[in-house]
């Protein structure tokens, strides 16, 4: 390690160079790198649910479905205005790119249609050809309407007060990426655009449904690079409050910025492409890498110190003094364009708005930073060119040296240690189904390894070139401040005759914690993510409340083989389905071939109200089936029923959009279902609803597997590195208390356990390990030298336990601005949970886990290793 | 032409260009569009035929629908509307169903059907011409024929189709009723110059977009007499939503004769 090192100092120059030509290299390579919005891309494939969805839209066509509301102010919708609005949104949406125009449904819809009976058979009819004009023509379309049930609730609502067009918008096709029509943004536009020529003051028009949201999610999940760049400022003026050198500040952020383009450069050399639920990942990255940074550059000063009690001299003090100045007055610089830019980005939701006005108040406030830059660039090249000039004491420089070689040969190891150990956890995430857990694993995994490689080379390399640290600076690291009264703190109760309080609190935190775990709920619904304040939230409510419901869960009747469907018995079980769905929680409405099935047989039988039911022979509904054929268009039933008649679809339109209510009608509709329906028939629950309950319960399972898999791996590497599993029980506890409080406290506050909460849990262990071992590598080593018990616990809190604090608090600092983000909920859960994992498991790591160590006193730190 | 010719040694060249242009135009369409889509409109009107025939539906996945039936037609006495009876051979759940347009041209069309299953027949109203005939890509309209003077013509250009020459026409509806009714805001027709068969023909819809291809092969001429052709295999598809339709007669006689007691409810029973 030693020879390395030396060899990395000597050849500082060229190994900067090398690092900074790799990364420009990486950035490249990056920028090829996808970044996907299909979400098919992060649903389970293999689970049903997702299966059916999958099959559903590709027989049907039938997925994502927005609805559009359209009320007169005055009156009910019989007014030519009104309908004339109707007609011309469902033109428009009709040539709108990415809509299925064979199941785009209202009352002006070519497949709307009327089916009545008349003494010689029967009339069927669109529904509104044009626009009725008369008092005469309005009575005709609203018997119609009345006659034909199936369009009750759904275009139109029963005090005929409210129309809705519903839209079903299907995934990108090869061609649509190829014209940029990707993504629900363009869909949702698109809507919007047919809508707004419409809006005035006669008629409120909702718009709502599965697309507008998903729009909604992919404006906040965007603002993710915003909030990152805003964690990234906020940890360095942490640090530099911590630190207070320049040092402090930029270098912690450099490693992990660089490993952020490494690994980016990696994934678009290797061509994986980036999911938007992996936005967030750098996250985590950066807090490893910042992690790992502080901890090196706090023993660097901690060396330095050692051999350089007063600093460097020098001859010409103006640079640093200058320095100093800036230094004193940097957060300030960076922090006012900060704050203004997050406030203008949190109140217009737009990224660029908020880049917009951090840099206009940037300029100024930067002003004296890029004099300083400029400054500092002329003085370093002079500093390369005629040191002497600035530099006079040798002794100096070779302390750096010295500095920078010792630091890493005492902490190399242990960061090479808890890297490989966080990476092998993250690594071994591939064998997951979903593709966006492989990714996450994947990318943090290469992240960390490129912070083991920066760190290693680069970053000592860099600092090796830099004018070591002045007295002033010494003295600052050395001030008592009060990080050092808070590990103080935890010193004095650990070693006092308190020291079982430490076990108590874990004791009461872990049952208050398995008590909110108790109360956690594994439940999503998309549209409880977001603030109900927001327009499509008020929206959807409304339309929500008026209508059959705005969500859609599609059940897909499954036949062995052809014409399955056109048996009466299946028929009359899926016609007693829909009646038995029709009565559960939540259901609005189920439109199902069956209906249109009654209504044909009452019609043919002169609208006889008595034959509103199935047929009993199999050739009559066949022939009805062909005489629909002769009077609609070929698409008419493509959302129903398939073109072999074996698949059928049943629409179910319910108000709810929670997972956990779609599962508990799922499991009424399978007890239904086994009773009712012949043996050979299969009934199988898709549709967007269906989807995110597939999603979330595969995601949360599977990131509670990982989360397990994780301490395993961390568990027997950290057991391997110090040869006993107690070292490795140690090294998981804080970890598991981080993620049970986690856990804990959203059982408490009553958040529920999906995707954007899970991650964090994720987040938590990449970094609770860290900590520990840090903590126990320090406490070897200074036992290793031997002396006072009290003392070298303190000793290593108030280095390496200080260094940990500094991190964790940065951490929590960058992620607590996103609790301001308002409108989408995740954003604030995240500010919250990985607040209080960073508390808690650099808690548990400086108090938990050395009173274990003190109480049990193991002998892989007390007794061993005196070499 | 020779006088043309004269000319052009004396005026300028532009001016010669656009004689030439306009020369020729004159003479190579001597025929109006009017005339050539009247001819056409009657063109496969025979007096009467059976058929059999064999309708291929194929939907966007590429599965099948297969129908057998055996038709009648018969001309209207003094018209061109015909009345037509078709009898499903296959497939067997709608075995025996027959249906009976009694098309007119100034009116809705009639059209009945008999449900051997519950062995009734009951009359079907249906809205407009625009609607699929019995499931096929084909409307009601392509099938009876569009009314030459509800369109506007106009000669694009000239085309060979197969190795025949074609004239190439456009119409558009003389109104919004008939754009609304037939569900075309235009048609391009490929008649063929010689025998005023139709060999090709694109739809576009309401909005304007592309909306059917239709293709008539393997055309006979089962009338010399009266020029009277009939195309063995027909094609559709439409291009929105990738579903298409081959209709192919198998067997086909023309002028055989056909009773008028064939077309009427009574007869529809009785089989």
Redesign the interface.
């Known amino acids: 390690m030693r020879k390395y090192i030396e060899f990395i100092v000597r050849f500082r120059w060229a190994v900067v160079v090398a690092i900074l030509g790799l990364t420009y290299f990486f950035m490249k390579t990056g920028s090829n790198l996808t970044v996907i919005i299909d979400p098919n891309t992060i649903v389970p494939k293999s689970h049903p649910f997702v299966a059916t969805t999958l099959k559903v839209e590709e027989v049907f066509g039938s997925r994502y479905v927005a609805a559009i509301g359209i009320t007169p102010k005055e009156g009910d919708v019989f007014q030519p205005e009104v309908l004339a609005k109707v007609q011309r949104i469902t033109q428009k949406l009709r040539e709108t790119p990415r809509i299925v125009k064979t199941n785009l449904l209202s009352v002006a819809a070519s497949r709307a249609k009327d089916i009545k009976g008349t003494e010689a058979g029967m009339e069927v009819r669109q529904m509104m050809a044009d626009v009725p004009t008369t008092p005469e023509e309005m009575a005709i379309l609203k018997d119609a309407l009345l006659r034909n049930s199936t369009y009750m609730n759904t275009v139109v609502s029963e005090d005929f007060k409210t129309l809705m067009i519903l839209a079903e918008v299907h995934d990108a096709t090869a061609e649509d990426k190829k014209e940029g029509r990707v993504g629900f943004t363009y869909v949702s536009n698109k809507i919007n655009e047919a809508v707004d020529a419409e809006r005035d003051d006669s008629v409120t028009i909702e718009v709502t449904g599965y697309p507008p949201f998903i729009a909604l999610f992919e404006k906040f999940a965007g603002l993710t690079p915003f909030l990152l760049l805003i964690a990234i400022v906020i940890i360095g003026i942490i640090h530099f409050e911590a630190f207070r050198t320049l040092q402090g500040l930029i270098l912690p952020l450099v490693t992990p910025i660089i490993a952020v383009i490494w690994a980016k450069g990696f994934m678009g050399l290797a061509d994986v492409p980036l999911d938007i639920f992996n936005m967030s990942t750098p996250i985590l990255v950066l807090a490893v890498g910042a992690g790992h940074a502080v901890q090196l550059l706090k023993r660097y000063y901690e060396e330095y110190n050692k051999a350089q009690p007063n600093g460097a001299q020098y001859t010409e003090t103006k640079f640093f003094n200058v320095s100093g100045i800036i230094g004193k007055f940097l957060p300030l610089m960076i922090g006012v364009p900060v704050v203004w830019g997050i406030y203008k980005g949190f109140q217009t939701g737009e990224l660029g708005a908020a880049v917009v006005a951090a840099k206009d108040v940037g300029l100024i406030t930067m002003i004296p930073v890029w004099l300083f830059l400029i400054w500092a660039t002329i003085r370093l090249i002079m500093y390369v060119v005629a040191p002497a000039k600035i530099v006079a004491d040798k002794g100096g420089i070779d302390a750096n040296k010295q500095a920078v070689i010792d630091s890493i040969v005492k902490i190399g190891p242990v960061m090479l240690t808890a890297g490989i150990v966080a990476s092998c956890g993250f690594f071994s995430l591939v064998v997951f189904e979903i593709v966006s857990i492989r990714v996450f694993g994947v990318f943090s995994g290469i992240g960390i390894l490129s912070i083991l490689a920066v760190e290693m080379t680069f970053i000592p390399a860099l600092r090796a070139i830099l004018p070591p640290p002045s007295q002033r600076e010494t003295n600052m690291e050395k001030e008592e401040r009060f990080w050092d009264r808070i590990t103080g703190f935890y010193a004095n109760t650990m070693l006092g005759q308190n020291r079982n309080k430490i076990f108590w609190i874990t004791a009461v935190l872990i049952v208050i914690s398995v008590f909110g775990i108790s109360k956690l709920k594994i439940e999503s619904s998309l549209k409880h993510y977001f603030s109900p304040e927001l327009q499509v939230l008020k929206d959807d409510r409304a339309l929500n409340q008026r209508m059959a419901g705005t969500n859609n869960i599609y059940l897909m009747i499954e036949g062995e083989e052809q014409d399955a469907i056109k048996d009466p018995e299946v028929l009359k079980a899926m016609d007693d389905l829909a009646t038995f769905v029709q009565t559960q929680p939540h259901v609005g409405k189920v439109m199902s071939m069956a209906e249109f099935i009654k209504r044909m047989n009452q019609s043919m039988n002169a609208d006889d109200p008595a034959y509103y039911r199935i047929p009993d022979n199999r050739n009559t509904i066949a022939e009805y089936l062909l005489i629909y054929s002769m009077s609609g268009e070929p698409g008419d039933f493509d959302p129903y029923v398939d073109y072999d008649y074996r698949l059928a679809n049943m629409v179910i339109f319910t108000h709810s959009d929670n997972t956990s209510d779609m599962l508990e009608l799922w499991k009424n509709i399978q007890g239904f279902v086994a009773e009712r329906f012949p043996p050979n028939v299969k009934v199988n629950v898709g549709g967007s609803v269906a989807q995110s309950a597939a999603l979330v319960e595969v995601i949360v399972k599977d990131k509670i597997l990982n989360i397990v898999q994780i301490a395993a791996v961390v568990f027997l590497i950290a057991s391997l590195v110090f040869r006993t599993p107690i070292a490795g029980l140690l090294v998981v506890t804080p970890l598991l208390l981080s993620v049970m409080t986690n856990m804990g406290l959203m059982g408490l506050l009553g958040i529920n356990l999906n995707i954007p909460t899970a991650l964090v849990s994720a987040l938590a262990i990449g970094i609770g390990a860290d900590y520990a071992i840090y903590m126990l590598f320090r406490l070897r080593e200074e036992f290793s030298m031997g002396g006072n018990v009290d003392e070298i616990f303190r000793k290593v809190l108030r280095t390496a336990g200080k260094a940990c604090l500094f991190v964790a608090s940065a951490v929590a600092g960058g992620y607590a601005v996103q609790a301001f983000s308002r409108g989408y909920y995740p954003h604030t859960w995240t500010a919250l949970l990985i607040g209080t994992a960073m508390i808690v498991s650099v808690t548990a790591a400086l108090t938990v886990m050395p009173a274990l160590v003190l109480k049990f006193k193991p002998k892989f730190i007390f007794g061993g290793d005196k070499k | 032409m020779k006088y043309s010719m004269k000319q052009i040694s004396i005026k300028t060249c532009l001016t010669a260009g656009l004689v030439i242009i306009f020369s020729s135009a004159q003479l190579g369409f001597a025929i109006t569009p009017e005339e050539i889509m009247e001819k056409n409109f009657i063109v496969n009107k025979v007096t009467d035929s059976t058929s059999q025939t064999t309708m291929i539906?194929t939907?966007k996945?590429g599965?099948e629908?297969v129908r057998k039936t055996f038709g009648t037609t018969k001309l209207q006495k003094g018209t061109f509307d015909n009345m037509r009876m078709t009898r499903?051979l296959e497939?067997t759940?709608?075995k025996g169903?027959v249906?009976l347009l009694i098309e007119h041209s100034k009116d809705e069309d009639d059209?009945?059907?008999y449900?051997?299953?519950?062995k009734?027949?009951?009359?079907?109203?249906?809205?407009?011409k625009k609607?699929?005939?019995?499931?096929?890509?084909f409307s009601y309209g392509d099938v009876i024929g569009h009314k030459v003077k509800e369109w506007n013509h106009t000669i694009l250009k000239e085309e060979d189709v197969d190795g025949f020459m074609c004239y190439v026409i456009e119409s558009t509806p003389i109104n919004k009723t008939i754009a609304?009714n037939t569900g075309y805001s235009k048609r391009v027709s490929w008649i063929q110059k010689d025998t005023f068969v139709a060999r090709k023909a694109m739809m576009y819809d309401e909005?304007g977009?592309l909306y059917k291809e239709m293709q008539f092969l393997n055309l006979e001429l089962v009338e010399p007499e009266k020029n009277k052709w009939y195309a063995r295999e027909f094609r559709a598809r439409?291009v929105?939503?990738g579903?298409s339709t081959v209709i192919k007669v198998d067997e086909l006689k023309v002028n055989v004769g056909v009773k008028d007691s064939y077309f009427t409810t009574r007869y529809m029973e009785s089989q």
Do not use: E
């Open positions: 539906l939907n996945a599965k629908r499903f497939p759940d709608v169903m249906s059209i009945w059907l449900l051997p299953s519950l009734k027949v009951r009359r079907l109203v249906s809205s407009n609607d699929s005939f019995v499931g096929t890509d609304k909005a977009s439409n929105q939503t579903h």
